[in-house]
């Protein structure tokens, strides 16, 4: 099928390192995104990775790729409060129109 | 950079009602859009995409329809909006979002 699964919910204490997994479902995707959704807010790009790379770091996330389980990773060190916030995994299909197919979300909750 | 406008940010509607949203494009030229809408607490679903003016596709049946008559302007419509009409709906240029249009039907 089309589905990008995430997990729904995570918690955290602040300062701690918060991990967010997903997995997708085509192995031609090219790129693997993550989005970042404050409450009444648009999407906000974190970050991404080229499906040909396995890691990527860029200051406190870190993007884990395993091309052959489909399992995409963030990593955010350091978790603080303003991290709160839903995210989401989406890949990029190919094809005419390279559509993103995205995930329901993980909400992380950070707290002292 | 590419910067994508949307108006307007909120609207309140009631069933029956038509519907226009804007979505602008600047920065750059023949862009791909894209109409996505997220329904409340799910992901993002992908309604409709243009690779040019006057050319959409539909990604799912439903009561929307989009126009693009300019190359840099894409527009979502209704003529007759449902309850399940209601939701955020985003534009998108390659990888990047507009701010949202959060629309609900009463």
């Known amino acids: 099928g089309e589905d990008v699964e995430q997990s729904l919910f995570l918690s955290v204490r602040e300062g701690d390192s918060s991990v967010i997994n997903c997995t997708y479902t085509?192995?031609?995707?090219?790129?693997l995104y993550w989005y970042k959704q404050e409450p009444g807010a648009g999407l906000q790009l974190l970050t991404y990775?080229?499906?040909?790379?396995d890691m990527k770091q860029d200051q406190r996330l870190t993007v884990l790729l395993n091309k052959k389980d489909k399992h995409l990773s963030l990593r955010i060190a350091d978790t603080q409060t303003g991290d709160s916030a839903i995210y989401f995994c989406?890949?990029?299909?190919?094809?005419?129109?390279?559509?993103?197919?995205f995930g329901a979300g993980t909400r992380l909750a950070v707290h002292p | 950079s590419q910067t994508i406008h949307q108006w307007p940010a909120t609207l309140v509607q009631p069933v029956g009602s038509p519907l226009s949203l804007e979505c602008t494009v600047e920065?750059?030229?023949?862009?791909?859009l894209y109409w996505y809408r997220q329904a409340a607490g799910r992901g993002l679903q992908l309604l409709f995409y243009?690779?040019?003016?006057?050319?959409i596709s539909s990604e799912v049946p439903q009561n929307l329809s989009a126009s693009r008559p300019q190359d840099r302007q894409f527009i979502l419509s209704s003529k007759k909006l449902l309850l399940s009409d209601s939701g955020f709906y985003l534009c998108?240029?390659?990888?990047?979002f507009g701010p949202g249009t959060r629309l609900t039907v009463l």
């Open positions: 243009s690779v040019g003016i006057g050319q």
């Open positions: 989406a890949e990029r299909r190919g094809g005419g129109y390279n559509k993103l197919i």
């Open positions: 998108a240029f390659q990888q990047f």
């Open positions: 085509d192995s031609s995707s090219t790129y």
């Open positions: 990775i080229f499906s040909n790379m």
């Open positions: 920065g750059t030229s023949n862009p791909n």
